[in-house]
């Protein structure tokens, strides 16, 4: 069955630092992947998209890439902030109605 | 108001209780979806509507029953339900549904206890 796994269910980065979050898919072929920022007690705030014909996608401070041979998706935040502490999702979809969401990486970032 | 509201923001309900929650988006836009997240679990994917007409139904439990009267309103008819099923349920909308570049909005959420 498909899934997807998000490299640790807990990151804990020293401010300024660059953080860095995996997502790992099997038994899928995304066309599309997404980012979500997920707050306590809100819902997912999307992030960045990126397309399957791209290796890299650039916002501000925050960068993902996507490698369709490893099946993996990398998102980076550079200098990062203890604002950015939030759970952070990654979503796959091929283009059907079916979006398919890890579980999340919880970051905190310390001051 | 912007964005997608969800009602109410906390629910509790006993097994024989019948309940709804109701979804709203401003952005107006074509599809709404209704998500299951519970603690440690990726969200779930329960139903999604595209124009008012229900295109995905993810074997999801009949004591779970959406209805969508227009493309800006989206609800959630709960009965019988069973304590497993508290979670936060999330509703989002989408320009289109099944384009997957389509950013989904979300709301925050209903947090539903099951008693």
């Known amino acids: 069955s498909q899934k997807i796994e998000q490299n640790s269910e807990a990151l804990n980065i020293q401010e300024g630092k660059t953080a860095t979050l995996t997502c790992n898919y099997t038994n899928y072929s995304p066309a599309y992947l997404q980012w979500y920022r997920q707050d306590p007690g809100r819902g997912p705030v999307f992030l960045l998209l990126i397309r399957e014909n791209e290796k890299e996608k650039r916002k501000e401070r925050l960068k993902v890439t996507f490698d369709t041979t490893l099946k993996q998706s990398l998102f980076h935040i550079t200098a990062s902030q203890p604002a950015d502490s939030a759970t952070y999702l990654c979503a796959l979809t091929s283009g059907t109605y079916k979006y398919i969401f890890g579980t999340g990486t919880r970051l905190k970032v310390l001051a | 108001e912007t964005g997608v509201t969800q009602t109410p923001r906390h629910l509790v309900m006993g097994m024989t209780n019948k309940k709804s929650l109701k979804c709203e988006q401003h952005?107006?836009?074509?599809?709404m979806y209704w998500y299951k997240q519970s603690a440690k679990k990726p969200l779930e994917l329960m139903f999604v509507?595209?124009?008012?007409?229900?295109?995905e139904n993810n074997s999801v439990p009949s004591r779970f029953s959406p209805e969508c009267p227009n493309s800006s309103h989206l609800f959630l008819h709960l009965h019988t339900l069973q304590p497993e099923d508290s979670a936060l349920y999330l509703c989002?909308?989408?320009?289109?549904?099944?384009?997957?570049?389509?950013?989904?909005?979300f709301g925050p959420g209903t947090r539903l206890t099951v008693l």
């Open positions: 952005l107006g836009h074509n599809a």
């Open positions: 509507y595209s124009l008012e007409e229900r295109v």
């Open positions: 989002a909308s989408s320009q289109v549904a099944g384009r997957g570049a389509d950013t989904q909005y």
